[in-house]
């Protein structure tokens, strides 16, 4: 189990973790969700023990994850570039990571290579950017971790890869109840991955629930009144997005579907619909209740 | 986690490491087999002809070819550090490697050792067939030499310099490239370090402790540079090449050269392990580095620019060292981000790099310049005053430490800073160059410590250290000198006797049987001791004959009584001036005027004598000697050391100078005038 307790990493004065406090426990696949510069990138680096952290804890069944080879050899990180490769053959990349995870499985990395039928002698970077994603996906799922990292790990994978690269990493969780964690943009792929999402915003922790209670809490509401209400008359709801089009009135907010209902009752509306949101919409309007929204923009 | 896993993870780091440098490997095992092997194998050959055919030619193009491919695989381990620890300053290897399970520590070693195998090992492989070759060409010839330069020892010795000098650069590179974050400047900086130290080390040693009077670094300096660089071991080893005689190399260098490796190494692996991760892509990891570095580049320029004049320099000074400095600055930052910043840097940089060669100028090296000890704070002191007579080498530092010697020391030293103080606030030129002649002092302090300084005597000055001659421990030097130049010598010869007396015209000699060595010696030491100090520079008696032990010349005269009752005593024949007619009516034996053989010392003309001085005036400026009753008694009154201010006629005899002394200038003038020329 992945535990991290106030966890904080500064880039010289600016603080990219400022307080982190979350538990992953094993089995589970974890997204994480953040804007550009959230820390998404940064916790993984700690995670996987690139970064030492400037504050808090940050361990695995107990153990401090910096220059602990023994948690090391249970973690495997793919960042979201595969430049570093490109001077290896798929074979050599093999042969340089059998070296360091004790549990590396040739016939997962056989079986695996088979599967996308990629060439195991050519340099990789001959590879197109999906082939040279599969590959590391590849070395990653054949070093047999306990814990998978990915940051970005979809970008520039094809639907089909996609679907392949799903594919190998659910079987992995199934058959060795491997932990995911996954940092991505692309919030469809963590929406079907995922069990469990994090949201981070300015290296803090806005929510961190499991994917079916972060959906079953936030509600988008359409409305009509008899009066017309702003959005001051729901001071009893966090309302995260407030607008009215004529007579309808638009409202994000959370809370669950009967509460949401119980309290809009009072206020006496002529139509209501709740209705759930996608994980991209609550992605945006969670954000848009932290100031960070593409208005402005707009404008 | 096990020890084993540990370990194997380290041995899986080095093993990836080294296989992916293979090609290297080899590389380099060709360029070293072109230097010592290719030479020891057609040094092999070219004895073999010489053994054949009574001589042969060696190629020098090997020796060429070896420099070059050496200098080549030399400077491979700066490439070899960049290429192993890449991840400090690629950012795209930064997470697949630090990610990888294994310590800090452990991959520190594992690369540092992965990196020196990679670029050791085809090194010792070429020692190895160098010491097979040794060992073919030892066996095949009873001399195993390169002319005079003895094979095996030198090999030896250079197989270990090479060890070392390549590991200190290996080492350097890394701890350049472990303060540096990115390419450019892991490269350019690995490089700089190791240029930039043996380079501030020379400028401080030779120019800017130079710059001060008296003081002189450079026997301390070399040792230094040696010590503390690849490239200054590397210079000294080609300084060692031309000044070695047959054994070219020497180790004394090594300890602490090691020791500064060991150095080197250690602050690596501290600022190593102090690294943060996140920090590959910033110019400097550590700041301090780079500033270290600037201000050496800044400190070496403005030091060689203020070497004239601070007057006329300053303003090229000011505008050369803001544009490096800038530069530096403009590339560090990448571009001209709070170049106000850098602009107050330059500043304080110059003002403090001008600010302290000005204080040093002015405070005269914060008085060091005018340090004069107590005798009684003296233990001892070291000097190459050779002796009035040149009885010590020059080169050769002789130790006093009873109190007349002392000071003695101290009187001629405080005459020099007393007159360098004088002529500094008169604001009259010193020209330390054109004085008389070099000597450097050390004082050993009685609490421990010492300070040496070396001047170039005027008149004035070395007659007070003349005085040395007259103190029993000289005396006693004095000595120990003769006997051992007679024993070496005589050693040297396979004669047992090697102690003459010879005239100035080298017409005939008197060989002193070896049995009167000793109280002859014991004589002439007692005489030095004794002559009046009015008879140091213009003795007034004729000089008699030369007393020769070995390379020592001790040109006689009545002043040595003891020695000449000794002569009498056993009956030793003085040799005479036998003067024959070929020796006359030619340009070795000829006169010079006044005029023609003036020394302008400080502005003033001398006319002196030295003993185993040559010159050779212009042809024309001379007259040639004839053979007259005149010219006869005029070479019994030449001097051979002689020093006045009177103007004073000069014979030259075979190259060797000879004062005529001004009371027989009348005699001269009258030869010189009716000779030929």
């Known amino acids: ?299 | 986690m096990t020890a084993k896993a540990l370990t194997s993870n380290f041995f899986t780091n080095f093993k990836y490491k080294v296989k992916s440098s293979l090609r290297v490997m080899v590389v380099l095992l060709v360029l070293h087999i072109c230097a010592a092997p290719l030479n020891l194998f057609n040094i092999i050959i070219f004895l073999s002809k010489s053994k054949k055919y009574g001589s042969a030619s060696y190629n020098q193009l090997y020796f060429a070819i070896g420099i070059i491919s050496t200098c080549i695989a030399v400077g491979a381990g700066l490439i070899i550090a960049l290429n192993v620890f890449n991840y400090l300053y690629k950012k795209s290897l930064v997470d697949m490697t630090l990610s990888l399970p294994i310590t800090t520590r452990q991959r520190f070693f594992s690369d540092f050792l992965a990196g020196a195998f990679i670029y050791l090992a085809p090194y010792i492989v070429s020692c190895v067939i160098s010491l097979i070759l040794n060992a073919i060409g030892s066996s095949l010839f009873a001399k195993w030499n390169y002319y005079d330069v003895k094979i095996t020892s030198n090999l030896l010795t250079l197989i270990v310099s090479g060890f070392f000098i390549m590991l200190m650069l290996y080492i350097l590179s890394i701890l350049a490239i472990t303060c540096c974050g990115s390419v450019f400047e892991a490269i350019s900086y690995a490089g700089l370090l190791q240029i930039l130290i043996p380079s501030t080390i020379a400028v401080f040693g030779y120019i800017f402790m130079g710059n001060l009077y008296g003081i002189n670094l450079s026997p301390k300096i070399m040792p230094v540079i040696r010590a503390t660089s690849s490239i200054g071991a590397l210079m000294g080893m080609f300084s060692d090449m031309q000044y070695g005689g047959n054994t070219l190399f020497n180790l004394k260098w090594l300890p602490p050269f090691a020791i500064l490796t060991v150095i080197y190494f250690a602050a690596a692996y501290v600022l190593y392990m102090k690294r943060k991760a996140e920090q590959v892509s910033k110019p400097f990891v550590y700041k301090l580095f780079y500033y270290i570095i600037l201000t050496s580049i800044t400190f070496c320029i403005g030091t060689i620019f203020t070497l004239e004049s601070f007057d006329s320099n300053l303003i090229p000074l000011i505008i050369i060292t803001a544009i490096v400095y800038l530069l530096f600055e403009v590339i560090t930052n990448r571009g001209f981000k709070k170049f106000y910043m850098s602009a107050i840097r330059y500043a304080v940089t110059i003002a403090a790099v001008v600010g302290i060669t000005l204080l040093f100028e002015q405070t005269d090296g914060f008085g060091a310049v005018t340090k004069i000890p107590s005798a009684d704070s003296v233990a001892s002191v070291e000097t190459d005053y050779g002796g009035f007579f040149g009885i010590f080498d020059n080169d050769k530092m002789q130790t006093y430490s009873d109190s007349q010697t002392i000071e003695s020391v101290i009187k001629a030293h405080t005459s020099v800073i007393q007159r360098y103080k004088k002529e500094k606030n008169s604001g009259s030129s010193l020209d330390p160059y054109s004085n008389l002649s070099n000597v450097q002092i050390t004082y050993n302090l009685k609490n421990g410590s010492s300070f040496s300084r070396t001047y170039s005597l005027r008149l004035e000055d070395a007659i007070l250290l003349k005085s040395i001659d007259k103190t029993p421990e000289f005396k006693e030097k004095c000595l120990q000198t003769l006997k051992n130049a007679y024993k070496t010598y005589s050693e040297m010869s396979n004669q047992k006797e090697f102690l003459y007396l010879n005239n100035s015209l080298h017409t005939n000699s008197t060989q002193v049987n070896s049995k009167y060595a000793d109280e002859l010696f014991e004589a002439i030491a007692e005489d030095i001791s004794q002559i009046p100090e009015s008879e140091y520079l213009a003795p007034s008696k004729d000089f008699i004959a030369f007393l020769e032990v070995g390379s020592i010349r001790i040109p006689l005269n009545e002043n040595f009584s003891n020695t000449l009752l000794l002569f009498k005593k056993y009956n030793i024949k003085i040799p005479a001036l036998d003067m024959t007619a070929d020796l006359f009516n030619n340009k070795d034996f000829s006169l010079a005027s006044p005029e023609n053989s003036k020394v302008n010392l400080n502005g003033k003309n001398y006319w002196y004598s030295t003993i185993n001085s040559y010159f050779y005036p212009e042809e024309g400026s001379m007259a040639y000697l004839e053979n007259t009753p005149e010219a006869r008694e005029l070479i019994t009154h030449a001097q051979p050391s002689f020093f006045t201010d009177e103007p004073c006629y000069s014979l030259y005899i075979y190259g060797e100078r000879y004062i005529i002394p001004p009371k027989y200038s009348s005699l001269a003038e009258k030869i010189y005038n009716s000779a030929g020329q």
């Open chain 1, 1 to 299: 189990m992945i535990e991290l307790r106030g966890l904080v990493k500064k880039f010289d004065d600016f603080a990219a973790l400022d307080g982190i406090d979350l538990d992953v426990p094993d089995g589970t696949a974890f997204g994480l969700l953040g804007s550009n510069g959230a820390g998404k990138s940064s916790l993984l680096r700690i995670l996987s023990g690139v970064y030492k952290q400037d504050g808090g804890s940050a361990k695995i069944d107990g153990e401090d994850i910096f220059d602990n080879v023994a948690v090391k050899e249970r973690v495997f990180f793919i960042n979201d570039e595969t430049i570093q490769y490109s001077k290896f053959t798929l074979e050599e990349l093999k042969d340089f990571y059998k070296g360091f995870y004790p549990k590396f499985s040739e016939e997962i990395f056989n079986k695996l290579c088979n599967t996308v039928k990629l060439p195991l002698k050519k340099r990789i970077d001959t590879f197109s950017k999906g082939m040279k994603r599969q590959a590391i996906v590849i070395i990653g799922l054949s070093c047999q971790t306990d814990y998978l990292l990915l940051d970005e790990a979809f970008d520039g994978l094809d639907p089909t890869m996609r679907i392949i690269v799903k594919r190998m990493l659910v079987d992995a969780m199934l058959d060795r109840s491997l932990t995911v964690i996954i940092s991505s943009h692309n919030l469809k792929e963590i929406n079907e991955l995922c069990d469990t999402a994090a949201l981070l915003h300015r290296g803090k922790v806005v929510f961190c629930r499991d994917l079916d209670s972060i959906k079953g809490n936030i509600h988008k509401i359409q409305a009509a009144f008899a009066i017309d209400y702003n959005k001051e008359d729901f001071s009893d709801i966090e309302v995260l997005h407030f607008e009215r089009s004529a007579s309808i009135t638009y409202l994000i907010a959370k809370g669950g579907e009967e509460e949401l209902k119980e309290k809009l009752k009072e206020k006496k509306p002529l139509v209501l619909d709740i209705i759930p949101l996608t994980l991209e919409e609550i992605f945006i309007y969670e954000m848009e209740g932290l100031g960070y929204d593409c208005q402005g923009i707009d404008k």
